[in-house]
């Protein structure tokens, strides 16, 4: 089997006949399921890594069909920089969560690791496979694929987690009839599944009714996955209520995915003049998504709880990378892909940190925080203080380059209101996090719960005391080792920024932008 | 394979940040290894070396080898070094850490090829180095802590500003090259915001207001940098700018007259360090090869015996816990050491032979003469006079050797390392003073002057000789007393009270009202994000807290907004 | 000091003084070597002028007591 000419496939084969054989294998042996599935994930990130020097090297897109169909009968799977750079994120993430998951596994989830990591397995295949394809039912395929185990993984949380999955089963049910709807549409005109085949097809019936109601029905169908404002009503509480790995995989992955299916979709099968120029669609995207900056800002300072803020902080981190893809220009492009990279990453050590709270405070409630946890667990701290310096923008963090990209996109497009838009929800973004800094760095212990202390007894014997009676109690290793690196990847990818958008983001960037 | 450069400054600054994490324990010997693994990277870097990074616009050059900049930074890395062991004895992160950072940033404008690198290094170093005069604590410190960063912030915008002038003209791009003042308005305003940092009257006083009022370590990395980058800049930028040469002589003049007259130990070599800076200045000024080289050789060298000198005070301060000559006296008894290396300092910068001084000040002072530059060759060489005549002998006498100890003046024992680093430091200025090949074999220019003449041996010697003697059949004069004597702080000081009644007040006032208007606002803005949802349900009664379970949409509702949407996104589609 | 120091110092300046005119062998071109022991009134008048400006010139106008900037 010749490996190289294979690469493509790989993935999502490997995922999926790992997520299958996992329940067989670990039938008797359960603790090979974890094994398994970091095994695959390992060798998933492996293969991304050599996918992504693959297409660095050749330079240009890489077809690769399928059982040797050609298409559009066939369906064929494209190589291209920014396929290969989403996947090598997602892999990347979901790799670092799962080593983190075993500890967590076992705290929330007892005797549910093989059914789990199989369906992560599944998951990670559906996700796998959206990203290559080039065809647009078998995205379709590996959506419901993805969305069905997202189910699963969402519903095994605590008690609300089964309304939580109910709710995001039926939105995102409707999610994928409607992008379903939007291929049947185009398939009806255009004659071909092929993304490719389409894209050449299309400038030929632009002004067609069909093809502008499949444009829609697409859009609508992503926006909700991606959870676009006003079409994010699922997310809060998907995030909020399932287990803490299931949030940390979902949560950098799951939105990130449907962005990357919509900037195909706009920019590679529509073509950026029909879905900016021809119609405003764009330009709504980009309405929406600031709205949804705005909105998810404001609602996470009203949070009481981490992962809900985590989760309205998502709605308004995607709203960036709807504001780039709507934004048609290169900036916006390079910001809003940049984006996913970092939004992936920073979700993801933040939503670790919160993992390791559950599992030592035993609550993520950001009121219960207090100064105790600054000795208790300084590790987490330290990465969540950077996760959360880099969420709000400030340099050297990744964060503060892909807004950097961002702005200068809305002021190439000559939009102010974006602008300040994005500088408003830094300003939101420093409230709700520095506030739980500020309770964990700097508020004294007690100083809520306890009534008999007064006002001016925080001198020291007694503040001592309770110092030296605070021990460290951080997480295993096991559950630390990806928070940090996580965090520290932060740091590298900020700095690194220019490598990256150099060395592969600029190559995204399709011709006419 | 890309080599990988780094520049020196970012080991320092890695060191900065490190160090909060360290334990206690390992945070000196820390210190001492980032300072040393610098120093050996710039020793082992080859010239032409150049990292650059691109940024939107910009090509930063973030570090350059060559000459010029090699020799400053071997000397800043090697001090940072000698001040680490100085100052093994410190506990205090805060002022590890600053000094690191300060030390960072003086590599870094060293090396930086472009002037937007060079500017957020000299920022650096202006924050960094304040906080050495701070942690002092006390409230002398406090106000001219104060003082001096306001100082450095407007030396600093005014360089910016004159950066933003400069590139805003025809022709002009941001490596650091030769400027001319002639091209533009600029250009000016960077020389004004560099010559600040070089501390050249009427905008010095920052430095003998600051200096002395800095901790015992934090003085020594004071002495050392601010003043010498400024050099470094201007002897990269200005050389052969005629008016640096008449500033340059004034300053060795001004210098040495204050310190004559003034009284707290390091307020005098704050202002010799002024007196030193003019010879570095004229010789840029001077702009021939010779000149150049006595300027970085006498930069160099200047480094390594301030520093001694500083060293030698800072034990002083330390062990006795004062630092003014009316209050102490005849402590050669309790500390021959320190008295000892503090003498070797003293010999350098006032010329002896077989000392640094006389290898590096002299050439400064030839190439004068060279240039035919008569006279600022003879106000030079008064100013070596009055050099010997204020830390040679006045400070040393009155210190160690006159009169008793005062009976209540207590005198500790310095810790050791105090005692290592100045006896590193004084080893090199004996050493450059007895070889001196290996201090000029760094210089930007190849160096084809002897200092070991007849003729240099018998001016120097019959100048001390007799300047030894006036001093004293003439000590008496010369005894300090305890006045202040006015700089042109006072032009900024004294209106200080009135400006603060008339203007500055009234203006906190208004500000008051200000400013309780918006905590007005920021409250009911804190009890809008405790709820946003409010604005669009109005609850009558119970609590109007944000809780989940109560503001939840319902599924109905989501769905409706996914159809709303699609029938919006239909029209407009099919529409336009 | 002691009578021993002084005659060190008187020795080194004789010492000077014939190194300065056994030295000069028609190299000297500046005005100040042309001056016989030109760098003794140099050294010996600069110090001279220079305390007594500091101290008697300069130091009664700018010299005032030690809490002069305190409000």
Redesign the interface.
């Known amino acids: 089997m010749n490996l190289t000419n294979n690469s493509p496939v790989l993935i999502p084969l490997l995922f999926l006949s790992t997520g299958i054989m996992t329940p067989v294998l670990a039938m008797k042996k359960e603790w090979l399921a974890r094994w398994i599935a970091l095994g695959a994930s390992a060798a998933s990130v492996a293969l991304s890594i050599f996918n992504l020097i693959r297409v660095i090297n050749v330079g240009k897109p890489i077809h690769y069909k399928l059982g040797n169909w050609n298409p559009s009968l066939g369906i064929e799977y494209v190589l291209d920089h920014l396929s290969a750079f989403v996947i090598l994120v997602i892999n990347a993430i979901a790799f670092l969560v799962l080593i983190y998951a075993k500890k967590s596994i076992e705290s929330e989830l007892p005797g549910k690791e093989v059914p789990y990591y199989a369906s992560v397995l599944l998951m990670l295949c559906g996700f796998n496979g959206m990203m290559i394809t080039g065809d647009l039912f078998n995205l379709y395929v590996f959506l419901e694929i993805c969305s069905l185990t997202l189910y699963g993984l969402i519903a095994v949380g605590e008690k609300k987690s089964s309304m939580a999955a ?2 995001y089963l ?2 995102g049910t ?1 999610a994928g009839c ?1 992008y379903l709807l939007g291929v049947g549409f185009l398939y009806i005109k255009t004659g071909s599944l092929n993304m490719a085949d389409v894209r050449a097809i299309l400038p030929f019936m632009l002004d067609q ?1 069909a093809v ?2 499949g ?3 697409m ?2 169908g992503l ?2 996955k991606m959870a676009l404002f ?2 994010h ?2 997310l ?2 998907a995030y ?1 209520y399932a287990p803490s790995v299931s949030s940390a995989l979902i949560a950098p992955t799951g939105t990130k995915v449907a962005s990357y299916v919509l900037i195909r979709i706009f920019y590679f099968v529509f073509g950026i003049t029909f879905v900016s120029k ?4 764009a330009d ?1 995207i980009s309405w929406l998504a600031v709205v949804g900056i705005i909105y998810g800002s ?2 996470a ?5 981490l992962k ?1 803020m985590l989760a309205y902080s998502t709605v308004a981190q995607v709203g960036y990378i709807g504001l780039g893809i709507g934004l048609a220009n290169p900036f916006g492009l390079i910001g809003a892909v940049l984006h996913i990279l970092n939004h992936a990453v920073m979700k993801a050590c933040l939503f670790l940190v919160s993992g390791n709270f559950r599992l030592k405070l035993g609550h993520s409630n950001i009121f219960k925080l207090d100064n105790t946890i600054r000795k208790k667990m300084p590790w987490t701290m330290a990465a969540f203080t950077i996760a959360a310096l880099s969420m709000v923008g400030l340099p050297p963090m990744a964060g503060f380059f892909s807004k950097w990209y961002l702005a ?1 996109g809305t002021i190439e497009k000559g939009n102010w209101l974006f602008l300040a838009a994005i500088l408003v929800s830094t300003l939101l973004n420093a ?1 709700y996090f520095f506030r739980i800094l500020e309770k964990v760095y700097m508020k004294p212990i007690d100083s809520q719960s306890s009534n008999t202390h007064e006002q001016g007894t925080y001198h020291d014997h007694s503040v001592k005391e309770n110092e030296e009676t605070v021990k460290r109690d951080e997480v295993s290793p096991s559950m630390l080792f990806p928070t940090l690196t996580l965090a520290a990847a932060l740091v590298v990818l900020g700095i690194l920024n ?1 490598i990256i958008v150099d060395g592969v983001i600029k190559y995204i960037i399709p011709k006419g932008l | 394979m890309i080599e990988l450069i780094i520049p020196p400054a970012f080991i320092l600054l890695a060191g900065a940040l490190m160090l909060p994490v360290l334990p206690q324990k390992t945070r000196s010997y820390a210190f001492i290894f980032f300072s040393l693994a610098s120093l050996i990277l710039i020793l082992t870097m080859k010239d032409g070396a150049i990292l650059t990074v691109s940024t939107m616009n910009y090509q930063l050059i973030i570090l350059k080898m060559d000459a010029l900049s090699r020799v400053f930074g071997i000397i800043f890395a090697f001090i940072a070094t000698a001040g680490g062991i100085y100052s093994f004895h410190i506990k205090e992160t805060g002022q590890q850490c600053a000094a690191l950072l300060y030390a960072g940033g003086a590599l870094g404008v060293t090396f930086a090829g472009d002037f937007f690198t060079l500017f957020i290094f000299w920022e650096i170093m202006a924050v960094s180095s304040t906080y050495l005069i701070w942690s002092r604590g006390t409230s002398e410190s406090q106000k001219a802590g104060l003082r001096y960063l306001l100082f450095h912030v407007l030396g600093g915008g005014l360089l910016f500003a004159g950066i933003l002038l400069y590139l805003s003209g025809p022709g002009a791009n941001i490596m650091v090259t030769q400027l001319k003042p002639e091209m533009g308005p600029g250009v000016w305003l960077m020389l004004l915001g560099i010559i600040i940092n070089a501390a050249v009257p009427p905008f010095h006083a920052w430095l003998s207001d600051a200096y002395p009022e800095a901790t015992v370590t934090g003085a020594v990395f004071l002495s050392a940098f601010t003043t010498k980058t400024a050099v470094y800049v201007l002897a990269r930028v200005f050389p052969g700018l005629e008016i640096l040469l008449i500033l340059g002589t004034v300053m060795t003049i001004y210098g040495v007259v204050y310190a004559l007259l003034e009284n707290d130990i390091r307020r005098i070599l704050a202002y010799h360090i002024i007196s030193q800076v003019g010879y570095m200045l004229a010789g840029v000024g001077i702009g021939t090869a010779m000149a150049i080289n006595g300027a970085v050789s006498h930069a160099f060298s200047h480094i390594l015996y301030k520093a001694l000198l500083f060293m030698g005070a800072g034990v002083v301060l330390h062990t006795t816990g004062k630092s003014t000559l009316t209050e102490i006296g005849g402590l050669r008894k309790e500390q021959p050491l320190t008295f000892w290396l503090y003498m070797i300092a003293a010999f350098s910068i006032s010329g002896f032979p077989l000392f640094n001084g006389f290898i590096s000040k002299s050439m400064t002072v030839a190439a004068a003469g060279e240039a035919h530059h008569e006279w600022a060759m003879l106000l030079m060489t008064l100013a070596a006079v009055g050099t010997f005549l204020g830390v040679g002998l006045k400070l040393p006498y009155f210190t160690w050797l006159a009169k008793d100890k005062p009976a209540d003046l207590k005198v500790e024992n310095p810790p050791i390392n105090m005692h290592i680093g100045m006896i590193i430091v004084a080893f090199f200025c004996i050493f450059h003073g007895l070889y001196p090949k290996h201090l000029y074999q760094w210089l930007p220019f190849p160096v084809e002057w002897n200092p070991f003449t007849l003729h240099h041996f018998v001016e120097t010697v019959q100048i001390l000789v007799f300047t030894f003697i006036v001093f004293w059949l003439m000590r008496g004069i010369i005894t300090p007393n305890t006045k202040i004597a006015l700089d042109v702080d006072w032009f900024y000081r004294r209106p200080a009270k009135f400006t603060r009644k008339y203007i500055v007040d009234p203006w906190d006032k208004s500000f008051d009202v200000i400013e309780a208007q918006f905590y007005k606002l920021a409250g009911i803005l804190a009890e809008f994000g405790k709820n946003p949802l409010l604005i669009m349900t109005k609850d009558k009664k119970g609590d109007t807290a944000y809780s989940p379970d109560r503001y939840r949409p319902a599924t109905q509702t989501l769905i409706l907004t996914v159809l709303g949407l699609f029938i919006i996104l239909a029209i407009i589609g099919l529409v336009f | 000091m002691k009578l021993w120091h002084w005659i060190i110092l008187g020795l080194v300046t004789v010492a000077s003084i014939v190194a300065e005119f056994a030295g000069q062998h028609g190299e000297v071109s500046h005005l100040p070597f042309k001056i016989p022991l030109f760098w003794i009134w140099f050294g010996a008048g600069g110090s001279v002028v220079l305390i007594l400006f500091g101290k008697k010139l300069f130091g009664p106008i700018v010299e005032k007591k030690e809490d002069y900037y305190n409000d």
């Open positions: 109910f709710t039926i939105m409707i409607f009714p502008v109601i444009l829609c029905f859009t609508l926006g909700i006003p079409l009503g699922w809060p509480d909020t021809t119609l405003p669609v709504i404001i609602m300072i009203a949070q009481k709880e809900r200068l409230v220019a």
